[in-house]
């Protein structure tokens, strides 16, 4: 008898994570104003941007879509694996991932995601290399390189981990 109860109670705390996907909603819309004030800044000064600024300004915008991207990626597959499931009504409207998401593929989006968020920074830099001290340079790139590796590990202890659940 104890024991059901506490099962159920360990079972309903899952409800707990429902706030925390919420609250990341409004991460998302933070980036969201901040991605419309890069582009309305860079457009207003268009015509006297060089181009590799132009470069700079757009990798920035393509950074700010990728972070939110993974934003939803967690929040709908987070809530979905955790939580309960997403009923989004009609099949059009819910994206064609979302159930086939599972926790271990989940980390493997968000640590390749990173790796792409982490390739346009050090980009940002190197357009801007004679602006950055070398030793920093080399930081970032070992720091973008352990992200690689990182993710690439991850890859490799997924596929060895679920191989035999895989081939059945």
């Not at 181009?51 to 939110?68: K, M, P, Q, Y």
């Not at 989004?88 to 989006?109: I, N, V, Y």
């Not at 980009?123 to 930081?139: E, G, H, Q, V, Y």
């Amino acid at each position: 008898m104890l024991e059901r109860g506490i099962e159920k109670l360990l079972f309903a705390c899952r409800w707990l994570l429902a706030p925390m996907y919420l609250g990341l909603s409004l991460a998302l819309l933070s980036l969201t104003v901040k991605f419309f004030q890069e582009a309305v800044h860079s457009l207003t000064r268009i015509l006297e941007l060089a181009e590799t600024d132009l470069v700079l300004s757009v990798l920035s915008l393509i950074d700010l879509a990728l972070v939110g991207s993974l934003i939803v990626m967690v929040m709908l597959a987070g809530y979905e694996n955790f939580v309960s499931k997403i009923d989004a009504g009609t099949e059009q409207e819910t994206p064609e991932w979302l159930g086939k998401l599972d926790s271990g593929t989940l980390k493997l989006k968000v640590a390749a995601s990173i790796v792409a968020i982490s390739s346009i920074h050090l980009l940002r830099i190197f357009m801007n290399a004679s602006d950055t001290p070398n030793d920093k340079i080399l930081w970032y790139v070992v720091l973008h390189l352990t992200f690689v590796v990182s993710a690439v590990l991850l890859g490799v202890l997924d596929r060895i981990a679920f191989s035999a659940h895989r081939d059945s």
